[in-house]
Structures are given as structure tokens and as C-alpha cells.
């Protein structure tokens, strides 16, 4: 309904209140309504090329004209962030791990993107930055941003570790050695000081211990003089580890298995590699030789 | 008289619609042609428009060999001759973005819109491409009859010729807007091989269809119905603002020059009615109907007035720069007695000093240190304490520098692990390197000890930065 105001002349809607108020019907202006038809056009072509329409039909839904998909843009995203991390992980693919820590370009690549192949894989046991995990029982695996390392701290022990595994035995001793022993020996050795007692050579403890008690990376046996402990500190927890054994079957015995990652295949070599040269720079990692150290002299045995 | 009688009998809510009848909107649905005269104003604004070839040629100005100012986002870089600021100096860009608008502030509440009548790409770029027209297809009553004209192969050249020129005015402009922001002679030779990146190309397409558009077709629909600071410099006049008024007082009643019979009748008012100043209007207003949004306050309506003043031997100044008081019949006020003025200039001194104080205090190098906080602290094998920190060094010379690590407070005993040798910080960019403090355990006296590093360039000892920050031990 429209009709013309009689002062004005200008059409109205029809609708008049109070006696005399009326509403305009004024066009918008042109460039307006051009930009509302565009915008209106602008919605079919967006409809048409995007699968857009919510709706399924016979199980198939209506894909649009552009082929865009979200899988495909993720990968492409992804190919762009391959092709940044291309050319490194091309030169480290042929690199040992001792010559990627050599390289402070590759050393850095390493320590930038090794975060997530670290989430992903071992912070389940060692924690978030190799922090470690502690369990009721104690440390449930190894501080890795420490200098004691059970199986040497090299570049090369550690890339060892991670690509086969380690798990080492120590037999449970509650059948071999009286209450009376396993507490004197447990409190010597919770002194830092195993050589105190005659007990820890006349009991064999030597045999892995060392007669040093600093351990024997071959074995993988702990220090015992040293400030880090590899389950529990308290002298409660090393009689526990004395009188069960680790990995000795002891239902009450304590278990510590890092499993092989290679034979998992779950990681690349590259990969594998990179998590050697990731792990190496949490700050633990020792020298091969006593050149450029980035680790003051000290104690060079793992526990 | 007789308005004022209508009025009463229509009623008031009629008077409305009646406002409505004479009351004019510029959509747009006829083109402006407005003419050109020369004239002080008109002479002004080519003066100021013409500041705006600085935006087509400074990018082609080398400086040592480089594009002298280059805001390089790509490698997040300003180059300003031998300056060159990193983006974390670009707070000053925040202060001069500040000085700028209160700078449009103050100019607006002294003395109107003369960014919109002067300055503005939107009025300036409309100007130029209005002058090809009228080059090409006449003044405006024959640009008229061309609008509406059937057509032939004499509007189908002019037009062709018109549209050409824009839309390579327009095409220089989308270049010239690139090469602030990428190497000017590089850009020329990807353009000329077709070779621009996709962000390269948008901006191109994005700045030659915007030009074409907004002043080849759209022109004052943009500064009316478009921009937000034509709207906002409005309401940024008061009653003290200068601004191209028509002095009613003088010019009406309006009528009719009558030649021979004006001194007999003795005509009362100055204006003549000859709408030379609604003719030359680049917005198409009548500057007599008051003070308006259309109006851009360019001054060209004074040029046209003046000239025509002069031929009717009135004196000049029926439509001039007056402020609202001053048609009131009231004082004048000065310039200090002007407080929205003052805050203005006094923010824009405060904005200026933080940017002179910025550009000379840039320091050649800064020095961040984050300490790891996962793990806070980690024990080793001989009982010590040891923290990681990673350093965050920016050298902002344009040379590689070797620098030194030393260390001030933090635990007695305390060893830096990886600063034994000095450390290259690259040019022009951050480095980051790790740094291990270790401290023997018996010496931590508390969990929490401050310590401070000091970098310092092994050749150059002037350059020198600081970071104090935490070493994190256990309880003791």
C-alpha cells in the first residue's frame, strides 16, 4: 500500500498515525543497493564453491565447485611448514647425532622443533622437559636434564639409549643378606659413603657397584656417591631397592625399563636422532673429548 | 514572512515534511560537475595536493646503497635513512599515530576540515582525475550534455581516453603504495616479469579498483556517506572554529543583480544569486544554506565569490573563513582562550616528546633473559644447583658483534656454563643462546636469589645491556 503525502508528495508505506505521521518510502542510495545485490550475488557464488549446504542426500553431500575441503588445506599448511623444515631434516638425515651437535644451525633446528617428538614420545615417563616422574614409590624415570647418567652421557650413549632401550637387574637381596645387613649397608649408602661398611665388598655389591661405588655405565649400575638418586633417597626406599631388586621379578621389586624405540618402529632414524641431540641439550649432555665443553669438569660416571 | 505564516497554519508536525520539501540529500544519483576557477584557494589546495608526489617518488630515494625509507614488514625492519627501527622500538609508531590524529584534531578545531579541503587522498585524488575530465571532456555544461548524449564515436574516444588515464592514475597509485613497503626498483622488475607475490598482487588489484572506484565514480559520496572522519572533524567545530561561511547578514535578501535600476530601488542584499559558489563546489553544496556535512571546506565557493564580487564592485569577503561568533555579531576570542585547543597541542607536545625521547634513547643492543621454569632448578651429580637461561639478544646496528657474558649477584661460587667464549649477535635481528648457571648447593641460602647479566661487545664496550632476573634453588 502506498500513497502520496499530500504536503510533501513523496510517496509513504500507507500507514498514518496520530492523524498526520507517515513514513517516507525513500529509496536508499544507488551505490547502496548495487552493494546489496552484490553482497546477495556474493552469497550464491560462496554457496556454490564451498560445501555449504548442511544436508546430506542418499549418504552424499554436496561437495562445492572449489574442491576445498579442510584435510586439504591442513596439508597444505603443512607443506608449508615442511618445506621450512626441509632442507634441515634433509642434511640431518645422513648425520650422525655427535656431527647435528656439532652444527649449531642443525643444534638449533633440533632444539626448536624437538619439543613436540619429545611430548609425543618420552615425556610420558620422563616428564615434560625431562623433568621426571615421581610415582608413589619414587622417581618412576630418570631426571634427564641432569649430569648423572646411568648408561654415560655422551652424545652417543644417549642416542643408544633411545634407539634400543635399556633395562638393566639388580637381584633382590632379602634371600642372600639378614635384616641387619641390608640396613646397615642401606644406611651407609644413603650417607653418599657405600665404602664405609666392609659389608658392600664382602656382599659382592662390587661386582656392579664398582669398588669405587660410583656405578659402571657398561651395566648400567648406579653411582652411590653421588647427589642423585635414581629411585628414593630415603633410607626406607634403599632398603626397599636392596632387598627386592630392580627388574629382578619380585613382585615388590622395583621396575625400570625404557623400552627400545627403534625396534618399536614408531620413530624415524631421523627422528631418533633428533631426539639423542634434544635430549643431549636439556643441560646433562658430556663431551666426547675434553674440547669445547659446554659441561665444567666433574663427575664423569653415571650411577 | 509568508514562510513564517504557512508554518503556523500548517501546524508543527506538518512543518517537517514541509523542511523535507527543500531539504535536499546528495545520493549521488547525478554527478557532480563541478567548474574550475582559479583563484587563492584553488592555488592553496594544488600547493598542498601536491605534497602527495612525495607519496609517488620518495620511495626511489637510495640512502648507502638502499631504499632510504622502507617499512620493510617482511623482515620487520623501518628504514628511515640511517635509522632503522625494530619492531620492539614500534610503540613510538603508537605515539605518532597519536600525534597525528591530534594534530587532525587541533587543525580541525582551529580552523575546520582542512584535512578534508586539502589534504585528504579521497579530496585530492577526486581532484585530479575531476581535472583529466575536464581536459578531456570539457567544462561541466559540456560534460553534461556528453552524460546524457547518445552514443557516438566522439563519446566513445573521450570516454575511453578518460577511463585510460584513470585507471593508469590509478595503477601508479597501487605501486606507488607497494614500494614503501618493499624494495622500490625490485618491485618494478617482479611487476614488469609478472613475478609479484599473492599478497603482492591483491594490494595491487585492491589499491587500483579502490582509486578507479572511490575517485573515478563514488568521489564526495565518500566523504558524506563513507568516512568516518568527515563525520567526526564535524562535530569537532564549535562556535570559535573558522570556517567558510556566507555572511547572511550581508548577502540577503538575495536577488537579481539589475543593472541601471539598483541605485533607483537600492538593492538590499550583496548576494546575487548567480550560484557561482554552488557551481565550483566539489561536493555540490550551497555554502548559503549554513555550515554542512557536504562541506569539505576547501574554500573554492571563496574564490568563486570573490571573483564575482569583484565584477559587481562589492568588496570581497561575502563568503570567507569566519567563525560562527563572529556572523553572531560577537567578540572574537583569541586563540589561548581556546581550552579544547590547548589540551590538543598539549597532548601533541607530550606525544612528540616520547617519540624524541624514543629515537634517542634506541640503544644499539637489548638483553632479555627468561629462566627455564620446567624444571625451576635441576640438582646434579655433586649436589650443585643448576639454572638454564635463555638469553634474547638483539643487535640493532647494522654490524655482527661479538659479545661477553658476565654475571652480578646470584650464589657465592657460581659457575656460567656456556659463556666461556664470546657469543656472535647477528645484525638486524634477534639471537637467542642458552646459558647455564651452576652454584654449589651448601652456598643457596634461600629459594629465590636475584642475579644479573651483563652482555657487552668484546670490540666495542659502548654497547652494553642488561637483565636482572632470578636464580630458583631448593628450600634450603
Given at each position: 500500500m502506498s500513497e502520496k503525502h499530500d504536503v510533501s508528495g513523496v510517496p509513504t508505506t500507507g500507514h498514518v498515525w496520530d492523524g498526520d505521521l507517515a513514513d517516507f518510502t525513500n529509496q536508499p542510495p544507488k551505490w547502496w543497493m548495487l552493494g546489496l545485490a552484490a553482497s546477495a550475488v556474493w552469497v550464491v557464488v560462496y554457496w556454490l564453491y564451498y560445501p555449504s549446504i548442511p544436508v546430506s542426500t542418499m549418504g552424499e553431500h554436496f561437495k562445492g565447485f572449489g574442491g576445498w575441503t579442510a584435510i586439504k588445506e591442513m596439508e597444505a599448511d603443512k607443506g608449508a611448514v615442511d618445506a621450512v623444515r626441509g632442507k634441515f631434516e634433509a642434511k640431518l638425515k645422513d648425520m650422525t647425532p655427535a656431527a647435528i651437535l656439532a652444527?649449531?644451525?642443525?643444534?638449533?633446528?633440533?632444539k626448536r622443533s624437538g619439543k613436540v617428538l619429545f611430548g609425543d614420545n618420552c615425556a610420558a615417563c620422563h616428564g615434560q622437559n625431562g623433568v621426571g616422574v615421581h610415582d608413589k614409590d619414587g622417581l618412576f624415570a630418570p631426571i634427564l636434564n641432569d649430569d648423572d647418567w646411568l648408561y654415560g652421557g655422551k652424545i652417543d650413549n644417549i642416542h643408544e639409549s633411545i634407539a634400543g632401550g635399556r633395562q638393566s637387574m639388580m637381584p633382590a637381596q632379602k634371600d642372600l643378606l639378614s635384616a641387619a645387613e641390608i640396613d646397615t649397608l642401606a644406611n651407609a649408602v644413603a650417607k653418599g659413603q657405600p665404602l664405609s661398611t666392609p659389608l658392600f665388598a664382602g656382599k659382592g655389591c662390587i661386582a656392579c657397584h664398582g669398588e669405587d661405588g660410583k656405578g659402571m655405565e657398561a651395566v648400567g649400575s648406579a653411582n652411590l656417591t653421588d647427589k642423585v638418586w635414581r629411585f628414593d633417597s630415603s633410607v626406607e626406599g634403599i632398603k626397599r631397592t636392596i632387598t627386592y631388586g630392580v627388574n629382578s621379578g619380585d613382585p615388590m621389586g622395583r621396575v625400570?625399563?625404557?623400552?627400545?624405540?627403534?625396534?618399536?618402529?614408531?620413530?624415524?632414524?631421523?627422528e631418533i636422532k633428533k631426539l639423542a641431540v634434544y635430549v643431549y641439550k636439556f643441560g646433562g649432555g658430556k663431551a666426547d673429548a675434553p674440547a669445547a665443553s659446554v659441561e665444567a669438569p666433574g663427575n664423569k660416571s653415571g650411577k | 514572512m509568508d514562510q513564517e505564516i504557512e508554518k503556523n497554519k500548517a501546524g508543527n508536525v506538518t512543518v517537517i515534511y514541509q523542511e523535507f520539501e527543500s531539504w535536499s540529500v546528495n545520493k549521488g544519483d547525478v554527478t557532480i560537475h563541478a567548474k574550475r576557477m582559479p583563484g587563492f584557494f584553488r592555488t592553496v589546495k594544488n600547493c598542498t595536493e601536491s605534497l602527495w608526489l612525495l607519496f609517488f617518488l620518495v620511495p626511489y630515494l637510495r640512502?648507502?646503497?638502499?631504499?632510504?625509507?622502507?617499512?620493510?614488514?617482511?623482515?620487520?625492519?623501518?628504514?628511515?635513512?640511517d635509522l632503522t627501527v625494530l619492531p620492539q622500538d614500534i610503540w613510538m609508531l603508537s605515539l605518532l599515530l597519536l600525534l597525528l590524529a591530534m594534530g587532525l584534531f587541533a587543525v580541525t578545531s582551529v580552523a575546520s576540515r582542512v584535512f578534508c579541503g586539502y589534504f585528504c587522498f579521497q579530496s585530492s585524488w577526486t581532484d585530479w582525475f575531476a581535472w583529466i575530465e575536464d581536459k578531456i571532456e570539457g567544462?561541466?555544461?559540456?560534460?553534461?550534455?556528453?552524460?546524457?548524449?547518445?552514443w557516438s564515436p566522439e563519446k566513445l574516444r573521450k570516454r575511453t581516453l578518460k577511463h585510460a588515464i584513470w585507471m593508469a592514475i590509478a595503477l601508479l597509485t597501487g605501486i606507488s603504495f607497494s614500494i614503501w613497503f618493499v624494495d622500490a626498483y625490485q618491485y618494478w622488475d617482479d611487476l614488469l616479469h609478472l613475478r609479484l607475490p599473492l599478497v603482492g598482487w591483491v594490494v595491487l588489484i585492491m589499491f587500483f579498483f579502490g582509486t578507479y572506484i572511490l575517485a573515478g565514480m563514488l568521489r564526495e559520496q565518500v566523504c558524506m556517506w563513507m568516512c568516518p572522519y568527515a563525520r567526526i572533524q564535524g562535530v569537532m567545530t564549535d562556535s570559535q572554529t573558522i570556517l567558510p561561511t556566507y555572511d547572511f547578514r550581508r548577502g540577503e535578501p538575495r536577488g537579481k543583480l539589475h543593472r541601471g535600476a539598483e541605485a533607483a530601488e537600492g538593492k538590499p542584499g550583496d548576494c546575487i544569486d548567480c550560484f557561482q559558489c554552488v557551481q565550483v563546489c566539489p561536493t555540490g553544496v550551497d555554502i548559503r544554506n549554513g555550515q554542512q556535512l557536504g562541506c569539505i571546506t576547501c574554500g573554492l565557493c571563496l574564490?568563486?565569490?570573490?571573483?564575482?564580487?569583484?565584477?559587481?564592485?562589492?568588496?570581497?569577503?561575502?563568503?570567507?573563513?569566519?567563525?560562527?561568533?563572529?556572523?553572531d555579531g560577537k567578540p572574537a576570542k583569541k586563540m589561548y582562550q581556546h581550552p579544547r585547543t590547548l589540551v590538543y597541542v598539549g597532548i601533541i607536545l607530550a606525544a612528540l616528546g616520547g617519540i624524541v625521547y624514543g629515537l634517542t634513547h634506541l640503544g644499539s643492543m637489548t638483553l632479555k633473559v627468561l629462566p627455564e621454569r620446567q624444571p625451576l632448578f635441576v640438582?646434579?651429580?655433586?649436589?650443585?644447583?643448576?639454572?638454564?637461561?635463555?638469553?634474547?639478544?638483539?643487535?640493532k646496528t647494522d654490524k655482527d658483534v661479538?659479545?661477553?657474558?658476565?654475571?652480578?649477584?646470584g650464589v657465592k661460587g657460581q659457575v656460567m656454563i656456556g659463556a666461556g667464549k664470546p657469543l656472535l649477535a647477528h645484525h638486524g635481528r634477534g639471537v637467542s643462546f642458552t646459558i647455564f648457571v651452576k652454584?654449589?648447593?651448601?652456598?643457596?641460602?634461600?629459594?629465590?636469589?636475584?642475579?644479573?647479566?651483563?652482555?657487552?661487545?668484546?670490540?666495542?664496550?659502548?654497547m652494553a645491556a642488561e637483565y636482572e632476573t632470578m636464580f630458583n634453588g631448593p628450600k634450603p
Open positions: 652444527d649449531s644451525e642443525l643444534t638449533e633446528y633440533v625400570a625399563v625404557m623400552p627400545s624405540f627403534k625396534e618399536a618402529g614408531k620413530l624415524s632414524d631421523a | 640512502w648507502n646503497g638502499k631504499q632510504a625509507i622502507l617499512f620493510d614488514i617482511e623482515n620487520r625492519q623501518f628504514h628511515f635513512f567544462p561541466p555544461a559540456a560534460r553534461r550534455k556528453l552524460d546524457t548524449a547518445p574564490d568563486a565569490c570573490d571573483s564575482i564580487m569583484d565584477k559587481i564592485g562589492r568588496p570581497r569577503g561575502l563568503i570567507r573563513y569566519a567563525s560562527l561568533d563572529e556572523l640438582r646434579l651429580s655433586d649436589g650443585s644447583i643448576q639454572n638454564k637461561y635463555e638469553f634474547k639478544v638483539l643487535n661479538l659479545v661477553a657474558v658476565t654475571a652480578s649477584g652454584a654449589p648447593g651448601e652456598n643457596i641460602s634461600q629459594e629465590v636469589m636475584p642475579i644479573r647479566f651483563r652482555i657487552q661487545g668484546v670490540d666495542n664496550p659502548d
